[in-house]
T-cell receptor, first 115, second 112 residues
C-alpha cells in the first residue's frame, strides 16, 4: 500500500542544471498536486492537475513545468535550477478536485538543494 | 484569492492540558477546511477535516469547530501528549478553483 511515491528523496544540483522530480500514486486518484515547503512559509502550490490531461498553475509556478504523464504519474521539472528553488517538494493526490474535495494524501517529499 | 492565517505561530502546553489553534480565512466561498500534522522530517498527514455545512467534528481527542460568520475555524486537542508535538497546518478550499490554500503552520510543543 504505497500511496504517493516520490523520487528522488534527496538531490543536490548546481545552478543552471535541470532536473525532473517524479511522483506516482496507486490510489486511482484523479487530482495531483506539487507543493514546495520553505521554513516559515507553509505549503505553497506550484502546479496541479485536476484530472488526467489537464494542468494548471498554482501560487508559485515560475521556473517550473509539469507533465501529467497518465493518471498515476505527475512530474515536476526545473529547466534551469536557481538557488531560490532550494526547498522541500511534496507531491499530493486526491480522489477529485472541486466542491466535495476529498483529502489530499502527501508523499514523503524530495529535499532539493541548489548550489 | 484565498488568504489563510494561523494564530499563534508557536504554542507550548503542559502534558495533559488542552491546546487550541485558530485559523482565519478570507474567502466566504471556501467550503472545506482540513488540518494537517507534520512531524519533523515527515510528510503532512491529515488529522481531521470539516465541511462548510457542519459546525463541529470530533475524532477522539481532536475536534475542529467552524464559524462561517466570523470566517475562522479552530483545532482543539484535549489531554495533550508528547507525541502531539509537531507542526500543524490549516487549509481552506475554495470550490471555484479546487485549490487548497495553507496557513504557515503552528509549532506545538507538549512539555512532559
Amino acid at each position: 500500500n504505497a500511496g504517493v511515491t516520490q523520487t528522488p528523496k534527496f538531490q543536490v544540483l548546481k545552478t543552471g542544471q535541470s532536473m525532473t522530480l517524479q511522483c506516482a500514486q496507486d490510489m486511482n486518484h484523479n487530482s495531483m498536486y506539487w507543493y514546495r515547503q520553505d521554513p516559515g512559509m507553509g505549503l505553497r502550490l506550484i502546479y496541479y492537475s485536476a484530472s488526467e490531461g489537464t494542468t494548471d498553475k498554482g501560487e508559485v509556478p515560475n521556473g517550473y513545468n509539469v507533465s501529467r504523464l497518465n493518471k498515476r504519474e505527475f512530474s515536476l521539472r526545473l529547466e534551469s535550477a536557481a538557488p531560490s528553488q532550494t526547498s522541500v517538494y511534496f507531491c499530493a493526490s486526491s480522489e477529485r478536485g472541486g466542491p466535495g474535495l476529498e483529502p489530499q494524501h502527501f508523499g514523503d517529499g524530495t529535499r532539493l538543494s541548489i548550489l | 484569492g484565498e488568504n489563510v492565517e494561523q494564530h499563534p505561530s508557536t504554542l507550548s502546553v503542559q502534558e495533559g492540558d488542552s491546546a487550541v489553534i485558530k485559523c482565519t480565512y478570507s474567502d466566504s466561498a471556501s467550503n472545506y477546511f482540513p488540518w494537517y500534522k507534520q512531524e519533523l522530517g515527515k510528510r503532512p498527514q491529515l488529522i481531521i477535516d470539516i465541511r462548510s455545512n457542519v459546525g463541529e467534528k470530533k475524532d477522539q481527542r481532536i475536534a475542529v469547530t467552524l464559524n462561517k460568520t466570523a470566517k475562522h475555524f479552530s483545532l482543539h486537542i484535549t489531554e495533550t501528549q508528547p507525541e502531539d508535538s509537531a507542526v500543524y497546518f490549516c487549509a481552506a478550499l475554495t470550490g471555484a478553483n479546487s485549490k487548497l490554500t495553507f496557513g504557515k503552520g503552528i509549532t506545538l510543543s507538549v512539555r512532559p
